[in-house]
């Protein structure tokens, strides 16, 4: 039972333009959201987050949007550029008992920006 | 960066032979992790620890076991290894349980079971 679905497994975009990263969940107590890039042979790298209280957050190019009635958050990058080449994994955090918390993580897309 | 480092890098053992992974911080982090990353599938949690000596299981536990004797050590042990453990082994650290919540990850391992 996937709780944070990817859908789109890939998307390619032109150097300059928008990458718009789309991400949906199912378990209503998820009350963190983020976002982490990762490049071949890396670890995933935290890019941004948001909480459950909030529409958007941003981060220079980046930015977060969450529709908390749909279930859904995406992740813009303007401009994009070809560094921004990367796997990006969507995550959610949901609070255990005992205070401790874990995320779950969606399956990743990779996005490719083309020069 | 949180000084996370892992060891091996990359691992080709046969099937029914013990594999330990060792994770390393110098973060002095409170939490840390293991998942794995398949196709697919993404990233998945397999234990964590919330302190030394405490551990517990997270959605893919089964044919794992950890252990963390002391903070900055997080071991990852299949006891007798199978080809459904073929991965990519990441840990991952964080300092406390806060409003932020970023997980700092490791390079990963590579494992093979053939």
């Known amino acids: 039972d996937q709780q944070v679905k990817q859908n789109s497994p890939s998307l390619s975009v032109q150097e300059g333009r928008i990458s718009i990263l789309n991400c949906d969940y199912t378990?209503?107590?998820?009350?963190?959201f983020l976002w982490y890039k990762k490049y071949p042979a890396e670890g995933p790298t935290f890019l941004i987050s948001?909480?459950?209280?909030?529409d958007k957050n941003e981060d220079g190019r980046f930015t977060v949007f969450l529709n908390k009635s749909a279930k859904h958050l995406s992740l813009h990058i303007v401009p994009s550029q070809p560094g921004d080449s990367a796997v990006y994994f969507c995550?959610?955090?949901?609070?255990?008992?005992?205070?401790?918390?874990?995320?779950?993580f969606g399956k990743g897309i990779t996005l490719s920006v083309r020069p | 960066d949180a000084g996370i480092t892992q060891s091996p890098r990359h691992k080709v053992t046969e099937t029914g032979t013990p594999v330990t992974l060792r994770c390393h911080q110098t973060?002095?982090?409170?939490?840390m992790y293991w998942y794995r990353q398949d196709p697919g599938h993404g990233l998945r949690l397999i234990h964590y620890?919330?302190?030394?000596?405490?551990?517990d299981k997270g959605e893919v536990s089964d044919g794992y076991s950890v252990s963390r004797s002391k903070t900055e050590d997080f071991l990852l042990t299949l006891e007798s290894a199978t080809s459904s453990q073929t991965s990519v082994y990441f840990c991952?650290?964080?300092?406390?349980?806060?409003?932020?919540?970023?997980?700092?990850f490791g390079p990963g391992t590579r494992l093979t079971v053939l």
């Open positions: 948001i909480s459950s209280i909030k």
């Open positions: 973060e002095n982090h409170r939490y």
């Open positions: 378990n209503s107590m998820f009350d963190y």
């Open positions: 995550a959610a955090r949901v609070l255990l008992t005992g205070a401790n918390s874990k995320l779950t």
């Open positions: 620890s919330y302190g030394v000596k405490d551990t």
């Open positions: 991952a650290t964080k300092f406390q349980e806060s409003s932020y919540n970023e997980q700092f």
